[in-house]
T-cell receptor, first 116, second 113 residues
Framework: DSGVTQTPKHLITATGQRVTLRCSPR?????VYWYQQSLDQGLQFLIQ???????AKGNILERFSAQQFPDLHSELNLSSLELGDSALYFC???????????????FGPGTRLTVL | GENVEQHPSTLSVQEGDSAVIKCTYS??????FPWYKQELGKRPQLIID?????GEKKDQRIAVTLNKTAKHFSLHITETQPEDSAVYFC????????????FGPGTSLSVIP
């Protein structure tokens, strides 16, 4: 167990709908990252937040948005869903510049999104 | 933009043989290179990492080498076992933004008993 939690574990919805994925980082970690992993695909970086502020953006669609709240949990909002959005969405967290865990990202179990 | 390439995309080895996965990166400022293992249906997990001030690091059957001049690094697994079968991702930190890494596309390793 990495200490990162994600809910829900599975999500099935229809095209055109909107969903929210939730992530709670490890205690003390300030950075949260979101990744999309489609079938047989690698980890596509979507977005990173650090202590409540957006830090970096990857290939995130305009239909997707995210935020990090004061308690450091993060939510990824996916709207106007399309079939191609079906994927495993991972959240990861990391501390910032501290000892042996410098840069290491701890991944959550993922949310499997199925768009029908 | 910054990029990490990884080869091969798939690799099959006989149990007991060695496996080598190679990665190249484009950002000369990268200073941290982790490797993650993802078993089927599970989360990626860090298995080993190396920082730019060392050229090689070993942890039991796993070793990683780094050549900063050539901007490439490799994962070596010796005495492979069936439980080593997984997808392996290399990654490189993004320059001065040391808390962000760019992942390679992954290598699917199959160890045949």
């Amino acid at each position: 167990d990495s200490g990162v939690t994600q809910t829900p574990k599975h999500l099935i919805t229809a095209t055109g709908q909107r969903v929210t994925l939730r992530c709670s980082p490890r205690s003390g970690d300030l950075s949260v990252y979101w990744y999309q992993q489609s079938l047989d695909q690698g980890l596509q970086f979507l977005i990173q937040y650090y202590n409540g502020e957006e830090r970096a953006k990857g290939n995130i669609l305009e239909r997707f948005s995210a935020q990090q709240f004061p308690d450091l949990h993060s939510e990824l909002n996916l709207s106007s869903l399309e079939l191609g959005d079906s994927a495993l969405y991972f959240c990861a967290s990391s501390p910032r510049g501290s000892g042996a865990h410098y840069n290491e990202q701890f991944f959550g179990p993922g949310t499997r999104l199925t768009v029908l | 933009g910054e990029n990490v390439e990884q080869h091969p995309s798939t690799l099959s080895v006989q149990e007991g043989d060695s496996a080598v996965i190679k990665c190249t990166y484009s950002d000369s400022a990268s200073n941290y290179f982790p490797w993650y293992k993802q078993e089927l249906g599970k989360r990626p997990q860090l298995i080993i990492d190396i920082r730019s001030n060392v050229g090689e690091k070993k942890d039991q059957r796993i070793a990683v080498t780094l050549n900063k001049t050539a901007k490439h690094f490799s994962l070596h697994i010796t005495e492979t076992q069936p439980e080593d079968s997984a997808v392996y991702f290399c990654a490189a930190s993004l320059g001065t933004s040391y808390d962000k890494v760019i992942f390679g596309p992954g290598t699917s390793l199959s160890v045949i008993p």
